[in-house]
C-alpha cells in the first residue's frame, strides 16, 4: 500500500540556518503530497501542498517540490527562525486515505 | 471562520470505562477523520465520516466506533479502556469527500490518559 517515509528527527539548528526534512513515499496511483506543522499542544496545521509532478507548494519560507523520478517531497527553508520549531509530517493522499509519515521534531535555538 | 472544535481538551479515565469525545467540523465540510497520536506510533488513522456514513476504518478493534451527525459533527466513543488507549485524539474535516486535493483541518485534540 502507499506509504511515507521521512527522516528521522530530532533536528536541531541554530537561528537562520538552512533546513532540509527530507520525505519520499511510495504510491500506485498519482496522489497529492502535503506537509503539515504540529506545534506544541496543537493539532496539525497544513503548511503547503502540490497535487501534480513537478509543482512547488511555497509558504511561510517554506517549500517543496513534488518529484515523481525520485519519489519525494522534501521540505527546505533557507533560513530558520525560533519560531519554526514544531514537528513536521509528510503526508500522501489518493482518492480515498490520507497517509502521514512518522514526524520530524524540529528544534530551532537562537 | 471557526476552526475544527475538540471537546473536552483533557479527559483522565480509568481502566474498563468508556469515553466519547467530541468534534465539530469546520462550516460547510462534510468529512469528519479521526486519529489517534502516541509517541510511539505516530498517527494513526482511526476512521472517516462523510455525510454520516463510514467511508474508510483503520485498523482499531470494535472497541472504538464513532458516529457522524447529520449537521456533520462527529463522535467517537472507546469502550471498555485499556492504558493503552492514553492518546491525543484529533479530529480533521475536510470540504470535499476525501479527494486527493482536500487538504485536512485538524483540531486541537483531546488528551486522553487512561489509569
Known amino acids: 500500500g502507499d506509504s511515507v517515509t521521512q527522516m528521522e528527527g530530532p533536528v536541531t539548528l541554530s537561528e537562520e540556518a538552512f533546513l532540509t526534512i527530507n520525505c519520499t513515499y511510495t504510491?500506485?496511483?498519482?496522489?497529492?503530497l502535503f506537509w503539515y506543522v504540529q506545534y506544541p499542544g496543537e493539532g496539525l496545521q497544513l503548511l503547503l501542498k502540490?497535487?501534480?509532478?513537478?509543482d512547488k507548494g511555497s509558504n511561510k519560507g517554506f517549500e517543496a517540490t513534488y518529484r515523481k523520478e525520485t519519489t519525494s517531497f522534501h521540505l527546505e527553508k533557507g533560513s530558520v527562525q525560533v519560531s519554526d520549531s514544531a514537528v513536521y509530517f509528510c503526508?500522501?493522499?489518493?482518492?480515498?486515505?490520507?497517509?502521514f509519515g512518522a514526524g520530524t521534531r524540529l528544534t530551532v535555538k537562537p | 471562520k471557526a476552526g475544527v472544535t475538540q471537546t473536552p481538551r483533557y479527559l483522565i479515565k480509568t481502566r474498563g470505562q468508556q469515553v466519547t469525545l467530541s468534534c465539530s467540523p469546520i462550516?460547510?465540510?462534510?468529512?469528519v477523520s479521526w486519529y489517534q497520536q502516541t509517541p510511539g506510533q505516530g498517527l494513526q488513522f482511526l476512521f472517516e465520516?462523510?455525510?454520516?456514513?463510514?467511508?474508510n476504518k483503520g485498523n482499531f478493534p470494535g472497541r472504538f466506533s464513532g458516529r457522524q451527525f447529520s449537521n456533520s459533527r462527529s463522535e467517537m466513543n472507546v469502550s471498555t479502556l485499556e492504558l493503552g488507549d492514553s492518546a491525543l485524539y484529533l479530529c480533521?474535516?475536510?470540504?470535499?469527500?476525501?479527494?486527493?486535493?482536500?487538504?485536512?483541518?485538524f483540531g486541537n485534540g483531546t488528551r486522553l490518559t487512561v489509569t
Open positions: 462550516s460547510g465540510h462534510r468529512s
Open positions: 503526508a500522501l493522499s489518493d482518492l480515498n486515505d490520507m497517509r
Open positions: 502540490a497535487t501534480k509532478a513537478d
Open positions: 480533521a474535516s475536510s470540504a470535499g469527500a476525501k479527494t486527493r486535493d482536500s487538504p485536512l483541518h
Open positions: 504510491a500506485t496511483g498519482y496522489p497529492s
Open positions: 465520516y462523510f455525510s454520516e456514513t463510514q467511508r
